[in-house]
Nanobody, 117 residues
């Protein structure tokens, strides 16, 4: 019952920046966690960054992206953004928008991010 529209993926050179956007719709609960996961072929999907949609908006980042990526939400709490700076080739992956509410996980369709010169 939760649907996503993801955008912002593409090709960028090492050291460049990219901004991912995800807007959720459907049956949204006010208390939720949104964020981004990524996956490369042959590896497990890993958490990149998450943010709480309530309270003070507690964030969590993977160690590999701390200091480079910033996750944020819109005022309406139905969207999540990922500002990716100082991108590295190792950041290349399919990035999936994520929302957890009422104990259920919801996933976007994924958007490809390729970091290459």
């Amino acid at each position: 019952q939760v649907h996503f529209v993801e955008s912002g993926g593409g090709l960028v050179q090492p050291g460049g920046s990219l901004r991912l956007s995800c807007t959720a719709s459907g049956g949204l609960y006010v208390v939720a966690v949104m964020g981004w996961y990524r996956q490369t072929p042959g590896s497990e999907r890993e958490m990149v960054a998450t943010i709480s949609t309530s309270g003070i908006g507690l964030t969590n980042y993977a160690d590999s992206v701390k200091g480079r990526f910033i996750v944020s939400t819109a005022n309406t709490k139905n969207s999540v953004y990922l500002q990716m700076n100082s991108l590295k080739p190792n950041d290349t992956a399919v990035y999936y928008c994520y929302r957890k509410q009422l104990g259920n996980d919801y996933w976007g369709q994924g958007t490809q991010v390729t970091v290459s010169s």
